[in-house]
């Protein structure tokens, strides 16, 4: 047992000595830094190398070189040597002849001369060996020249030497050239000697350099190389990675390097270009929806625009109809979950071509390449019908919706006369499409024309101009009489008027949206209310129907200045009716409740105005209890040709009798409209039959008018 657990902390030992030999050789060699390092600790070596090389190499070269020279040296003497005992030899030959005494004389100087070099020489080549270890050895016959010059100079003028002596005379010649020679002999080797040892020394060192020279080089190519194929490689691919992540590409691929330093930053970029993408996702996604945003949205519509050669797409802009009710109804978990049902079934009937965005709340923005011969109206009408053609289940709940649509095309259409210019401008007709769409009728699809945007520069001007109309007394009240079916009138309705300098005639329909969106309806709901109770308080025994705009009631303090108008005026508030429209969802504003439950309680009767309009008549009958109710003159209109509308026109009257309340007929044109409106059971009735909106100044005499119609009858 204790074997076994001994051999397995050997094997583990071993194999995690493996695994950090392992580790170790790639964190040397897989790192720049290491393999730099290394290379560098290289390259100081081979140079301390060379240095002490080169050091010690010149200190021998040095004594190498004196050698060498004292070789020479030596050598120059040993020639001087034998060129001066060649002379000696040959004048001392010439003494041994029979000649004058002049001659002799002259030979003798010449011959004493000649003996005295030889003796320089030889003593110069002796104090150059001495104390030196050669094994050149100076000759006796060179330092015992009195032998020989005794016997030469011992010859008479005019006689020869004696034989025997001249045979003598001349071995000892013979004998001091051959030591000479020997003597020449042994330098000149010495000197090669000394030359050989100094040439070997230069080719060693030339030799030594040279290696550690290719040893220096060794580490230096090794860098170089590894900065050529590895580093450079390495950052060229970084450097596009990071130019593609500086110009947006968040798919860019970063590769993983052998380089460890290069690897670390690869790491950071990767993490910075998913930290990135998913940041990118967030600008450019709608979170709601998990659609592309407005500016994902805005951005491919721009990249469409600048690219010449790209196709046309149809740029479409929907909302979905009345979904305001639908978070109100059905709650905002529902209207999420049918936003995203929507978005899916679009996104799954276009394909990948096509891009769906939600630009918020309702709204949806789609850009469909025109690539399959269907026309724009064809497929945008499509996409409103795909909408409406099956409910979307949201958890428990089946909601079935439609779509208002305002589409245009993306390079322009010369059928509309217009030409794209950029984005904001191309979403800004597809936008006043959108809102044709909506007044025409909603769960359908217009396209964009000219007059919209003729129309909505209209809409501009007006909302600019409005201040000044009120400034210069552009704006006018006139009123209309209404009309009980029993007993005689005594009240009528405040209308504004204005008229424009540029425009005439501008209808409330047009300019009342102009105010709220400008601004401008607080002023212009002031100066109505004061103008209308001002010509009230001229009119005794008259009562006046009022219309106040929801934002108006959303106002604090509002009632409070109402009441002060009407005390500033005498007006007692039970001769007032103030109307409300349905058409904003008052109901579920509470600071607007709250101010028409003041107002009714200071004595103010409240009426609901277009009742039959929109989805909340019945809830707001439900929630408020109003005293008055005024059709719209749309359930009128045909009543006295249609028994459809008659129907329904009697189910309202029944209604709105049974709570309680009065009914006003509006848009009563002609006598046919008289008797179906009586017998519903309407209370009183209002339009162009009776009369058009008077004058302020008019509405005197035509109440003293009626007044006398009805004692004459």
Known sequence: MIDTRSNERALF?????????????????????????????????????????????????????????????????????????????????????????????????????????????????SAALAGSATGIVKSERLTDLDQITRPVLSVQPGQPMPPAARRKLERALRGMADAVAEMDHAITARRASAFANLARLIDGWHVLVSLLGALVMVPVLGISFDVLFNILPALRQVHRALQRLAGGDLDVTIEPSRLTEVNGLAGALETFRRNARAVSGLAFTDPGSDLPNRRAFMDRLDAVLRDARAIDYLVMLADVDRFKYINDDYGHAVGDCLIRLIGQRLCQALGAGAMVARLGGDEFALLIPLDSGESAAALAARMVALVAAEPFACDATSVRVTLSAGYVVSHGDARFGWKAASAPDVLLRADLALYASKNGGRNSATGFRDA???????????????????????????????????????????????????????????????????????????????????????????????NLSPLQLQQEQFVGRFLDACRRHAIAPQRLCLEVTESISIERNRRALLSLELLRQAGCRIALDDFGTGYSSLSLLRGFPFDRLKLDRELIVDLAHDERSRAVF???????????????????????????????????????????????????????????KARVA
């Open 452 to 546: 919209l945007l003729a129309d909505h520069e209209i809409e501009r001007a007006l909302e600019r101009d409005l201040a000044d109309a009120l400034r210069h007394d552009q704006v006018r009240m006139v009123y209309q009489p209404i009309h009980p079916v029993t007993g005689d009138p005594h009240e009528v309705e405040a209308l504004v008027r204005w008229d424009h300098p540029s425009h005439g005639a501008v209808p409330p329909a047009r300019f009342i949206p102009a105010a709220e969106r400008s601004g401008m309806m607080t002023p212009l709901g002031d100066w109505i209310i004061e103008r209308a109770l001002a010509d009230l308080a001229g009119w005794p025994g008259l009562s006046l129907s009022l």
């Open 650 to 708: 009697d189910a309202a009257v029944s209604m709105a009798r049974r709570i309680g309340a009065q009914v006003v007929a509006e848009g009563i044109g002609e006598a046919g409209l008289l008797a179906p409106a009586e017998a519903a059971g309407c209370t009183h009735l209002q339009g162009f039959f009776f009369s058009r909106p008077l004058e302020a100044a008019a509405v005197p005499g035509y109440f003293a008018c009626a007044e006398l």
């Open 13 to 125: 030992g071993a194999s995690r000595w493996g695994v950090w030999r392992r580790d170790w050789w790639r964190g040397i060699f897989g790192s720049f830094h290491y393999r730099t390092t290394a290379a560098l600790i290289l390259i100081a070596l081979g140079m301390v190398g060379q240095q002490f090389v080169s050091q010690q190499r010149a200190l021998q070269l040095r004594h190498e070189s004196e050698a060498y020279r004292q070789a020479v040296a030596l050598s120059d003497k040993s020639r001087a040597l034998t060129e001066a005992v060649a002379t000696f030899r040959i004048d001392a030959l010439a003494l041994t002849l029979p000649r004058s005494a002049t001659d002799v004389d002259h030979g003798r100087d010449l011959f004493t001369e000649d003996a005295i070099a030889v003796d320089s020489a030889a003593n110069a080549i």
